[in-house]
C-alpha cells in the first residue's frame, strides 16, 4: 500500500507542479535541502524556520520577495556570524532593539503578550548560545551524517527543541531538514492529518509520525521504486 500510494502521491505532485510552470526536472530541487552545516548556513536556516509557526512569517518576513527584512536579520547578526552575534549581543531585548534600530517596524507590542519580534528574537538569542555555547553546531552535524532514526535522534531533536524560544518540535525538524537530515521530516499540521487518517489514530503524536515517515521513505527505497526517497 505504501508503494502504490507513494506513485499516486508523486504523479499528482508532478501534474500540479507542471501547473505552476514546474516540470518534472525542476521539482527535483525541493527535494534537496536548502542549507548545509557550515556555521552560517546552519543560523540563516534558523532564522527562517523560527518564523515558520502561525502567523509570524506575517511579521518577520523573512522569506518574502521582498528581502527588506531579512537583509535587516542579515545585518544584525553580522551575515549570520553565530560566534560574534553571540558575543555581541547578552540578551534578547539587545537583539530586539537592534532589529528596531535596524528598520524593522513591531505592530503587536502588547502589556502582557510577546509581539511576534519579541518571541522572534528571544529565540534566535537561545538559538546563538545554543549554536556557541551549548556545542549547538557539532550536535548539528552529527544529526546531519546520521543514516538510520533511533531513540537517540529523537532525543537530541526533542532536546534542541526545549532550548529553543517559540520552535517546538516541528519546527526543530524543519531547521535540521533544512540543514541537511534527509531522514527527518517536519510533522506538521497537514501531515499529520494524513498519517493520522492512513493509520486510522488521531492519537499518533509527532514523534509518531516522524517514524513512520522515515520507515515510509525506507520501504520506498528497498523496493527500488525511488532508491533515492529521502523523508
Not at 524556520?49 to 520577495?65: A, V
Not at 544529526?143 to 531533536?157: F, G, M, P, Y
Given at each position: 500500500m505504501?508503494?502504490?500510494?507513494?506513485?499516486?502521491?508523486?504523479?499528482?505532485?508532478v501534474s500540479y507542479a507542471s501547473v505552476a510552470g514546474v516540470d518534472e526536472s525542476a521539482l527535483q530541487k525541493y527535494f534537496i535541502p536548502e542549507g548545509n552545516t557550515s556555521s552560517d548556513s546552519i543560523l540563516f536556516r534558523l532564522?527562517?524556520?523560527?518564523?515558520?509557526?502561525?502567523?509570524?512569517?506575517?511579521?518577520?518576513?523573512?522569506?518574502?520577495?521582498?528581502t527588506t527584512y531579512r537583509d535587516i536579520v542579515k545585518k544584525v547578526l553580522f551575515s549570520f556570524d553565530a560566534n560574534k552575534a553571540a558575543a555581541t549581543y547578552t540578551d534578547w531585548e539587545s537583539i530586539y532593539n537592534a532589529m528596531l534600530t535596524g528598520g524593522i517596524t513591531d505592530n503587536g507590542i502588547k502589556d502582557k503578550k510577546e509581539s511576534n519580534w519579541e518571541k522572534y528574537c528571544r529565540g534566535l538569542n537561545d538559538g546563538l548560545r545554543f549554536m556557541t555555547v551549548g556545542n549547538g553546531e557539532k550536535i548539528i552535524k552529527d544529526?546531519?551524517?546520521?543514516?538510520?532514526?533511533?531513540?537517540?535522534?529523537?532525543?537530541?531533536?526533542?532536546?534542541i527543541s526545549n532550548q529553543i524560544h517559540g520552535l517546538g518540535l516541528p519546527l526543530t525538524c524543519d531547521w535540521l531538514k533544512e540543514c541537511g537530515c534527509t531522514w527527518l521530516a517536519k510533522p506538521d499540521v497537514?501531515?499529520?492529518?494524513?498519517?493520522?487518517?492512513?493509520?486510522?489514530?488521531?492519537k499518533l503524536k509527532d514523534e509518531d509520525v516522524i517514524k513512520l515517515m522515515f520507515s515510509w521513505a525506507e520501504t520506498v527505497k528497498l523496493s527500488g521504486e525511488d532508491k533515492d526517497a529521502t523523508a
Open positions: 505504501q508503494i502504490k500510494l507513494y506513485k499516486a502521491l508523486y504523479r499528482n505532485l532564522c527562517s524556520s523560527l518564523q515558520n509557526s502561525g502567523m509570524m512569517r506575517n511579521s518577520i518576513k523573512f522569506n518574502d520577495t521582498d544529526l546531519v551524517a546520521v543514516s538510520e532514526l533511533t531513540e537517540k535522534e529523537l532525543r537530541d531533536i526533542s532536546i497537514h501531515i499529520n492529518g494524513v498519517v493520522k487518517y492512513l493509520k486510522a489514530d488521531e
